[in-house]
C-alpha cells in the first residue's frame, strides 16, 4: 500500500515525531533533548516523542531490550564480543547476516509500520537505530515517504545505524565521520552538530544556590559518583566508602537512581562516615554536575556530553566493551577524563587528580573545548527543514 500525505493549509501546523528506544537511557533522553528544543522555538511544531518497543512485541522486548541490559551488566564480554561481530560490513553493501537481522526486525516490528503509515508525520528524527532501516524498507516498497534525520548517540557508530533514504545525519563528533563516508552517505548529508542534550544544560547556575538548595557544604569540593540508574555500575558501596577515606574533605554525592537496595546501603553508611551524600532519582542531576570538580561515571553517550557542557571532568571505570569503550576512548584522547582498569582504582585516581589543581583544570577546560551544541544545531536544521 501506498502512502500519501494529507493535505494541508498554510495554517496546518507541521508534526515532527521522534523516534526513540527504551534500550539504555540515553536514546530516550536525546529525544526530550530535542521535543523540548522544539517546544521552544516560536513557531514550535506539533511534537511526538514514540518510544518504538512501546509497540513490539513481548518476546522481542525481552530479547531486544532486557537481554541488552542483562549482558551489559552480567556478561559484558559477550556482549563486546556480539558488538564487534555484528559491526561490518564497513562498505555501503548490505551483508548477509545484516539482511537476516534486518528482516527479523522487520517481522517483529509490524505494528510499528502499521503506525508509521497511518501517522503520517511531516518529518521524522531518529534517536536509536533500530527504526530507521524499517523505514527504509518501507521507503523502498513504497509503503512511506517522509523525510527522516538521525542523531546518532554514540562517537563511533555501529553498523546497526545504518540505513538508507535518510536526509540529514547528525554525529557528535568527527570521529564517526569516515566511517560513515565509508559506508556511502553523502558529505554533505553529515553534520558535526554534537550530542543533542537538553537545553538546561548549557545555561550555568548560580553555584551558592545549588550548594544551599542541596543541602552540601560551601567550603568542600564535589564529586559525584553515579551508582548507576539502569545497569550495575560496580561495587559503588565500597567505592563510596574507599573515596572518602582517601578524601575526607569533600562532599561525595551518589546517584543511587531507583535503587532502593542501594540507596538503603548508602544511607546507612552516610550515617556512619560523614561527607557522603545519597540521591535518589532525580531530574535536577544537570545542578550536581554545574558544582561537581569531578564525575565519576560510565561512559554513556548522553552523560558524558552533559558532562563536557558543563566542563566537568570524568573518571569512567572499565566501559563495557563496545560503544562505551570507544566513547571512553574518544574523551581519554581529548585529556577530558581517564580511564580505570577497574573499580579498585577509582579512589586512587579520584584523590591523585584532586590533589593536582591543574590538572583538574585543564581536563576541565578540555572538554568544555569538546562542547557543541547539538541540540540547538538539530532544531535549526528541522525548523529550515519544515520552513518554520
Known amino acids: 500500500m501506498k502512502t500519501s500525505k494529507t493535505s494541508k493549509t498554510s495554517s496546518d501546523t507541521p508534526r515532527v515525531l ?27 511544531p506539533q511534537v511526538e516523542i514514540l518510544d518504538v518497543m512501546t509497540l513490539a512485541p513481548w518476546s522481542f522486548r525481552v530479547y531486544y531490550a532486557k537481554g541488552f541490559a542483562f549482558t551489559v551488566s552480567h556478561m559484558p564480554w559477550a ?9 561490518h560490513p564497513q562498505g555501503p553493501k548490505i551483508g548477509l547476516m545484516e539482511r537476516r537481522r534486518l528482516w527479523h526486525e522487520r517481522r517483529a516490528m509490524g505494528k510499528f509500520r502499521r503506525y508509521m503509515r497511518e501517522s503520517n508525520p511531516d518529518l521524522v528524527i531518529h534517536t536509536h537505530f533500530l527504526a530507521p532501516p524499517i523505514l527504509a524498507h518501507m521507503t523502498n516498497k513504497k509503503q512511506f515517504n517522509t523525510t527522516q534525520f538521525v542523531a546518532v548517540t554514540d562517537h563511533d557508530p555501529h553498523r546497526f545505524w545504518y540505513a538508507g533514504h535518510i536526509k540529514r545525519w547528525f554525529l557528535p563528533s568527527d570521529t564517526g565521520l569516515e566511517k ?7 558529505r554533505d548529508a553529515i553534520t558535526i552538530s554534537g550530542m543533542p542534550i537538553h537545553p538546561k544544560w548549557t545555561t550555568k547556575p548560580d553555584r551558592a544556590k545549588i550548594l544551599t538548595d542541596w543541602r552540601l557544604p560551601h567550603d568542600k569540593k564535589v ?30 554525592v551518589v ?11 548508602l544511607g546507612k553508611l552516610a550515617a556512619e562516615i560523614d561527607g557522603l551524600f545519597p540521591v ?3 531530574d535536577r542531576i544537570d545542578e550536581l554536575v554545574w558544582v561537581s570538580s569531578l564525575m565519576v561515571t560510565k561512559a554513556g553517550g548522553i552523560t558524558t556530553a552533559e558532562c563536557i557542557a558543563t566542563g566537568t571532568p570524568m573518571i569512567l571505570p572499565k566501559p563495557v566493551p563496545g560503544q562505551e569503550a570507544d566513547n571512553a576512548r574518544y574523551f581519554r584522547a581529548n585529556d577530558a577524563a581517564v580511564i580505570t582498569r577497574n573499580y579498585k582504582q577509582i579512589p586512587d585516581q579520584v584523590r591523585k587528580l584532586l ?9 576541565s577546560q578540555n572538554a568544555s573545548n569538546l562542547f557543541q551544541p547539538g541540540t540547538a544545531t538539530i532544531v535549526q536544521a528541522i525548523r529550515a527543514e519544515l520552513g518554520l
Request: aromatic fraction near 6%; charged fraction near 15%.
Open 18 to 44: 521522534i523516534a526513540t528506544a527504551s534500550v539504555g537511557a540515553g536514546h530516550n533522553a536525546a529525544a526530550r533533548a530535542i521535543a523540548t528544543g522544539l517546544s521552544e522555538l516560536p513557531n514550535a
Open 180 to 186: 560513515l563516508l565509508r559506508w556511502g552517505l553523502d
Open 255 to 265: 546517584l543511587g537512581g531507583r535503587n532502593k537496595k542501594l540507596l538503603g546501603q
Open 79 to 87: 556482549y563486546g564480543m556480539g558488538y564487534h561481530i555484528t559491526n
Open 355 to 363: 590533589d593536582d589543581p591543574q590538572t583538574l583544570d585543564n581536563m
Open 223 to 252: 564529586v559525584l559518583l553515579s551508582g548507576g540508574t539502569d545497569f550495575t555500575c560496580g561495587p559503588v558501596v565500597k567505592t563510596a566508602k574507599r573515596i572518602l577515606q582517601l578524601c575526607p574533605d569533600i562532599s561525595l
Open 280 to 282: 535518589s532519582f532525580t
